[in-house]
């Protein structure tokens, strides 16, 4: 089975304070997602990567950068933490190829007082 | 660009009984369509997908899903809920580009409660 793991489950920041949310998946899929969800919006893409270093802007990038040095990890990085991206955020893998399915990690719930 | 539209925010249903969760999309040219299921406090679990073929894609847990062309709608159904498949529900759409990279994109999610 694939396994998408998630550093943190709950996480409380300060603003201001700089977060970094790490994701790691085992199966050598080549690209990886994150996301953010909010009640009554949906999953929103953040960022992506099709291959290592690589990096792509998903619908919502401001305020959010990441980090793809392995091809099993991708970290996503919220340079100064601010109250509105309080959300949960959950990444996601998959194999190259349109009819490939994404497999999700568990999410970490991020809030920011 | 692509958009999914699941009209219903919470669909109620009794044990035993069937239940129909909607998903219309909108894409150039011919869609992949998933369904995921998220349980409290986990991430998205993938349920099934239609790429081609047969319009009835059968998935995990005795759930299936019906692909219409021409209503453009993938709803998801299964004969005979359980109080267990209480949980929410996004449908996903990708487009058949053969260039660049393409997005998944998903509905805003339906709240499925069964009740015993």
């Known amino acids: 089975d694939v396994k998408v793991t998630q550093s943190s489950r709950y996480l409380v920041k300060r603003t201001g304070e700089k977060v970094f949310l790490e994701c790691v998946q085992d199966?050598?899929?080549?690209?990886m997602f994150w996301y953010r969800q909010d009640p009554g919006l949906g999953l929103r893409l953040i960022y992506f990567?099709?291959?290592?270093?690589?990096?792509e802007k998903g619908d919502i990038p401001e305020g959010y950068s990441v980090s793809r040095e392995k091809k099993e990890r991708f970290s996503l990085i919220l340079e100064s933490a601010s109250t509105n991206q309080t959300s949960m955020y959950l990444c996601?893998?998959?194999?190259?190829?349109?009819?490939?399915?994404?497999?999700f990690g568990p999410g970490t719930r991020l809030t920011v007082t | 660009a692509q958009s999914v539209a699941q009209p219903e925010d919470q669909v109620n249903v009794a044990e035993g009984n069937p239940l129909t969760v909607k998903c219309t999309y909108s894409v150039s040219g011919n869609p992949y369509l998933f369904w995921y299921v998220q349980y409290p406090n986990r991430g998205l679990q993938f349920l099934l997908k239609?790429?081609?073929?047969?319009?009835l894609v059968k998935g995990s847990y005795g759930f299936e899903a019906e692909f219409n062309k021409s209503q453009t709608s993938f709803h998801l159904k299964k004969p005979s809920a359980l109080v267990s498949d209480s949980a929410l529900y996004f449908c996903a759409v990708r487009p058949y580009l053969n260039t660049g990279f393409q997005k998944l994109v998903f509905g805003t999610g339906t709240r499925l409660l069964v009740s015993p």
């Open positions: 996601a893998s998959s194999q190259d190829g349109k009819t490939y399915e994404q497999y």
């Open positions: 990567s099709y291959d290592v270093k690589m990096k």
């Open positions: 239609y790429i081609t073929g047969d319009n």
């Open positions: 199966m050598d899929h080549e690209n």
